[in-house]
């Protein structure tokens, strides 16, 4: 089992470009999230879905959109970057009725 | 929401202390409290976890009490070791079982360095 994977590891964007980050989780998680991490910040939630077809905001949503394609893949679109979301993104997945939530290696992410 | 406020932010210790990490969180409904290790440039990864209807639990030299009644909770390090260095996350959650998930607020983090 790879847990949970993420694709790119590292991206450089320029203001006003888009991309999207990739995560996809081979343990027949249900629920799946995706973090920011900044310096002195923690972990803070930008979306989350609980379960295939659903999707919702978390802490800092602005400037997200997501999408749960299939139980496997959650993908996190930027579509516009700009340089306050240069930060490390984490997806985590978790199973059905279990609290533990597995983290993906993260994407480093630089807005210039 | 959820608000969790962790303490310190930097703690720095001698190989063999005992280290001490606390965490407050806001909402009396949370009952669920994980801690994650992050080490340098690598994912978060779960070390210790409770629920709110025990107080304490131990896993070898990590040890984490729960005050439900001041909506705190603390890790504890026994027998620091240079390995035991890295950012401690603390994490508050309203687990209701069955087919819920987690929703996790985490604290701020807290730099733990083991010197030896």
């Known amino acids: 089992n790879a847990g949970v994977t993420q694709t790119p590891k590292f991206q450089v964007l320029k203001t006003g470009q888009s991309m999207t980050l990739q995560c996809a989780q081979d343990?027949?998680?249900?629920?799946m999230y995706w973090y920011r991490q900044d310096p002195g910040m923690g972990l803070r939630l930008i979306y989350y879905?609980?379960?295939?077809?659903?999707?919702d905001k978390g802490e800092v949503p602005n400037g997200y959109n997501v999408s749960r394609l299939n139980k496997r893949e959650f993908s996190l679109r930027l579509e516009s970057a700009a340089p306050s979301q240069t930060s490390v993104y984490f997806c985590?997945?978790?199973?059905?009725?279990?609290?533990?939530?597995?983290f993906g290696p993260g994407t480093r992410l630089l807005v210039l | 929401g959820e608000n969790v406020e962790q303490h310190p932010s930097t703690l720095s210790v001698q190989e063999g202390d005992s280290a001490v990490i606390k965490c407050t969180y806001s909402?009396?409904?949370?009952?669920?409290f994980p801690w994650y290790k992050q080490e340098l440039g690598k994912r978060p990864q779960l070390i210790i976890d409770?629920?709110?209807?025990?107080g304490e639990k131990k896993d070898q030299r990590i040890a984490v009490t729960l005050n439900k009644t001041a909506k705190h909770f603390s890790l504890h390090i026994t027998e620091t070791q240079p390995e035991d260095s890295a950012v401690y996350f603390c994490?508050?959650?309203?687990?209701?079982?069955?087919?819920?998930?987690?929703?996790?607020?985490f604290g701020q983090g807290t730099i733990l360095t083991v010197h030896p």
């Open positions: 409770i629920r709110s209807n025990v």
């Open positions: 994490a508050a959650s309203i687990y209701a079982g069955g087919t819920s998930y987690g929703k996790l607020t």
């Open positions: 985590a997945s978790s199973g059905q009725g279990v609290k533990t939530q597995y």
């Open positions: 343990m027949n998680h249900n629920s």
């Open positions: 909402d009396s409904a949370s009952n669920y």
């Open positions: 879905s609980a379960s295939e077809g659903t999707t």
